[in-house]
């Protein structure tokens, strides 16, 4: 779901992910591949809604150890063929962000555009706090109610309700050290996020 336009189903995604091309490309998120140097060496990392594995496939590449969720079978075996293309391994698993428990933790969780409604994003936030260790890293990135009442044309979900508020994501993880959690414009290329953008983007590290 690495830019989904809706929480959709397993079927909806399925069937964006059906084509043969990579809907939103196979270079990682912008925010991630700038920040992914925080994450130590060796590292365990979980990606919520992996998509088609362009992230989770750059942080393999860098030598991490990465499990992959999605809710579509089809995202996650394009995930697996992407990193047997590049040469590494991803460990993938299906899963629905909007009940998903992490019954372990990861050094590191990296979640791009994973828009759920407003009554189901305090159990992602949640959901994201307890997959992290001591000291854990948090990347991620979501379109902010501006990217619908400013008109960008850039992609995310067509329901303002669907997008992150800034001060959500402050209340949501205050506890620990949120080194940046910023409304920001920029502008995406990344398949079918293309162009101008508004965006949320959280770096938070758990105490």
Same mark, same amino acid.
């Given at each position: 779901?690495?830019g989904?336009?809706h929480t959709g189903t397993?079927q909806?995604?399925?069937a964006?992910f059906?084509g043969?091309?990579?809907r939103?490309g196979?270079?990682?998120n912008?925010f991630? %591949?700038?920040e992914?140097?925080?994450i130590a060496? #060796?590292?365990?990392?979980?990606e919520l809604?992996?998509g /088609?594995? &362009?992230n989770?496939?750059?942080l393999a590449?860098r030598?991490?150890?990465v499990?992959?969720?999605d809710v579509?079978?089809?995202?996650l075996?394009?995930?697996r ?5 590049r040469?590494?391994?991803?460990e993938t698993a ?10 372990r933790t990861w050094?590191a969780?990296?979640?791009t555009?994973?828009?759920l409604?407003?009554d189901?994003?305090p159990?992602?936030y949640? %959901?994201?706090?307890?997959a992290?260790r001591?000291? #854990?890293?948090?990347?991620?990135e979501?379109?902010?109610? /501006?990217? &619908?009442?400013a008109g960008?044309q850039?992609?995310?979900?067509p ?9 959500e ?5 205050a506890?620990g050290a ?5 409304a920001?414009?920029?502008t995406?290329d990344?398949?079918?996020h ?7 983007r ?5 105490a």
């Amino acid at each position: 779901m690495s830019g989904p336009e809706h929480t959709g189903t397993a079927q909806f995604w399925d069937a964006q992910f059906a084509g043969k091309g990579y809907r939103y490309g196979t270079a990682p998120n912008a925010f991630v %591949a700038a920040e992914a140097h925080r994450i130590a060496p #060796g590292s365990e990392v979980v990606e919520l809604g992996v998509g /088609e594995g &362009r992230n989770a496939v750059f942080l393999a590449e860098r030598g991490h150890r990465v499990t992959a969720l999605d809710v579509s079978p089809v995202a996650l075996g394009k995930t697996r063929r992407l990193a047997e293309a590049r040469g590494v391994a991803v460990e993938t698993a299906l899963f629905d962000a909007r009940t998903w428990r992490p019954g372990r933790t990861w050094d590191a969780a990296v979640c791009t555009f994973l828009h759920l409604g407003p009554d189901k994003r305090p159990h992602l936030y949640r %959901a994201l706090r307890e997959a992290l260790r001591p000291g #854990g890293w948090l990347i991620a990135e979501w379109f902010r109610p /501006e990217q &619908r009442t400013a008109g960008f044309q850039s992609g995310g979900p067509p329901d303002v309700a669907m997008m992150v508020p800034e001060d959500e994501l402050r209340t949501h993880f205050a506890e620990g050290a949120m080194l940046r959690c910023d409304a920001v414009q920029v502008t995406l290329d990344e398949g079918v996020h293309h162009g101008p953008a508004a965006t949320v983007r959280l770096l938070y590290r758990t105490a």
